[in-house]
Every structure is written in structure tokens, then in C-alpha cells.
């Protein structure tokens, strides 16, 4: 039997190309050929579910340049961490619709950077009629990765983004969709409260390399598990059935790549997770030590011989920023075995 590719993702679109989150992001990802596509939710002050990758938006959108919005500008504590700047949960959506997108990482990513200012900030339902649209037009399944941002604290300040979830998709068509839709989130309890709610779906339990779950800190302190060891193997048979599958810093999957210690694809397979990992960027800035190259920052290094020991740990699933690469490496073992088949 032929080898299964991973599941390559979009994530946040093609943010290497784009504006992450922008309409021409989630076109460029579908066009390229994605087996899905990545919005991360938060929420306005009216309960719409926006897609940013963060509930502060001064970084991704033209707000700071806005002066009928300098007032909104403040502090907060958003999971244990004091930020300042722009928040979603401070704008209507008929406020945060007149915002544009910029580019989040303008040195590194110049091209994309030249789209600033051009496309409106997306709302949940913008992308799920995108990618109804992509499915129709391509005859293919194309599936959404919802990430739900900062569920604790959009709780705590009235704006539970789990209720909200379901009644969208539900309005929207998504319980029965034309692909597949996957949950995730770094706070399990998130994930726990939306499948109670019988959202049909694949739920999948973000991992950091470092640090607690926010959720669980809030509820326990100190006690709270790691995120390490919430995989380790205890971990690991605890996450069983009550989640479908973990996905993983892919730094955590590079480590034990090199050292043979440290999360096992293996191990969890073997309860029956899924393994995705985030993200695959080919970028000198993002790679790990040992496939950096010549050209500075922004020129791309050995991103390949690097998604090779991803590719070869048998994850389920990749995150990538650059839509196009992503989807030619690790569809090309596959595409080999097929022909080899075919030749036989």
C-alpha cells in the first residue's frame, strides 16, 4: 500500500506569501492545493468569532494608525501575561471590519508585507464560505482547522467562545461539512466543553515545548501538569479518549529526532492519537541549528532536510506557512510509491 501523506494545513492561510488571516491568504493556501486550512478564533465585544491570531491586534491590522481608536489602546493580563495594545473584546465587529491586515513579521517577510492595508480582518464564517467555495470549485474535500484562542479568559470576561463555536457552525451548515473539521486549542477543557455540546469533529490538544496549560493553571496553580507531561507516556494514556490526538511544537519532534529521548509519535499512536505539529516554515529565522544557511533571516535554509526527520517521525498532520512547499514535500514520498506501484 502506498504511503499516506501527512494532512498538510494552511496555517493562518499562506502567511508566507500573505498577510496572515487576510482573504488572499486563505485563496492562496486553497489554490495551492492545502488539505486544510488554519483560522485561529477570538471574539469581538458583540460575540462575533473573528479570525486573528491574537485577541491584541496592534501587530496584524492597521489599528494603532486609527486615531478614532487611540483610546482603545490599554493594558491587560490575557493569560497570566500583561500585554498592551489593541484588543478584539474592546470593538463591535462593525468597528474591527473597517481595520486592514497587515503583515505581523515585515522584515522577514517583505513580499507579503507589500499586501499591508489592502484586505478587511475576516470573520469566522468569511472563511468557512471560502473554503464551501474551494470544495465546489476543486471537487475535493477541504477541511478546517478551527484553533480556539484564549477560551479561559474570553470566558471569564463574559465571552465564552465554546457556545459561540456551536451555534456558528450549526448556522453556518459546518456540523455536516464538505470536509472535515478538526478542533484544537491549548487549553484541554476547551476542547472537553465543545465535544459535550455534540459538535461531530476530530479534537486535537495543542502542546507547547514549554510551560502549563493556562486552563489548568487557573484551576489548580502550581500543581497544574506541564505540557511535557501531558505527553510524556502517563500523559499520554490519561489524554486517551478524551481527545483524538495531540499537536506538538515540532521542536519537541526534532529533539527526539536527534537524541532519541524526549515525545514519541510512536507512543502515541500506539493509544490511538493522531500526532500533528506546528509549524514547517523554511525560513533561516525558524529553523532549527544545523539547517540554517547563508542569506540572513528571511532566506530560506535547509527547510527540507529538516521537514525530513518531521516527515519521517510519522505525524499525522503539518502546519506550514508556505502553502506551495508544503504541499510539493510532503505529498512527494507518496506521489513516488504511487508511481513506483503503477511501474510494477
Excluded at 500506539?270 to 541549528?289: D, I, K, S
Aim: proline residues 6%; charged residues 25%.
Amino acid at each position: 500500500m502506498a504511503p499516506r501523506h501527512p494532512l498538510v494545513i494552511g496555517h493562518r492561510g499562506a502567511p508566507g506569501y500573505r498577510p496572515e488571516h487576510s482573504r488572499s491568504s486563505y485563496h492562496l493556501a486553497l489554490a495551492m492545493g492545502v488539505d486544510a486550512v488554519e483560522p485561529d478564533i477570538v471574539v469581538s465585544r458583540d460575540g462575533v468569532l473573528v479570525v486573528r491570531h491574537e485577541n491584541e491586534i496592534s501587530g496584524t491590522t492597521d489599528v494603532a494608525t486609527r486615531p478614532e481608536f487611540a483610546d482603545r489602546r490599554t493594558t491587560k493580563v490575557v493569560d497570566g501575561q500583561a500585554l498592551t495594545g489593541w484588543f478584539t473584546e474592546d470593538f463591535t465587529w462593525d468597528e474591527l471590519r473597517t481595520l486592514r491586515c497587515r503583515e505581523r513579521l515585515p522584515k522577514i517577510r517583505r513580499t507579503s508585507a507589500s499586501f499591508d492595508d489592502r484586505q478587511p480582518v475576516l470573520r469566522l464564517r468569511d472563511v468557512l464560505d471560502l473554503v464551501r467555495a474551494a470544495c465546489a470549485e476543486q471537487s475535493r474535500p477541504i477541511g478546517v482547522v478551527l484553533e480556539i484562542k484564549h477560551a479561559t479568559y474570553f470566558a471569564g470576561i463574559g465571552l465564552d467562545p465554546v457556545p459561540l463555536i456551536a451555534t456558528e457552525l450549526a448556522e453556518s451548515g459546518w456540523i455536516a461539512p464538505p470536509g472535515p473539521v478538526v478542533f484544537e486549542a491549548f487549553e484541554s477543557t476547551a476542547l472537553t466543553r465543545l465535544r459535550a455540546l455534540g459538535i461531530p469533529g476530530t479534537y486535537i490538544y495543542l502542546i507547547e515545548a514549554s510551560g502549563r496549560p493556562f486552563d489548568l493553571v487557573a484551576a489548580r496553580g502550581a500543581s497544574a501538569p506541564t505540557y511535557r507531561e501531558s505527553v510524556d507516556p502517563a500523559g499520554l494514556d490519561a489524554l486517551a479518549g478524551d481527545v483524538d490526538g495531540v499537536s506538538v511544537d515540532r521542536r519537541m519532534i526534532l529533539e527526539t529526532a536527534r537524541t532519541g529521548h524526549g515525545f514519541s509519535v510512536a507512543d502515541a499512536h500506539a493509544r490511538g492519537l493522531q500526532v500533528y505539529t506546528w509549524t514547517c516554515r523554511p525560513e533561516n529565522t525558524f529553523l532549527t541549528t544545523g539547517f540554517t544557511g547563508r542569506g540572513g533571516g528571511a532566506a530560506f535554509g535547509d527547510y527540507e532536510g529538516e521537514w525530513a526527520l518531521i516527515r519521517d517521525a510519522g505525524v499525522d498532520g503539518v502546519f506550514v506557512d508556505h502553502a506551495d512547499l508544503g504541499v510539493e514535500f510532503f505529498r512527494r514520498e507518496a506521489r513516488g510509491a504511487r508511481a513506483a506501484g503503477a511501474r510494477a
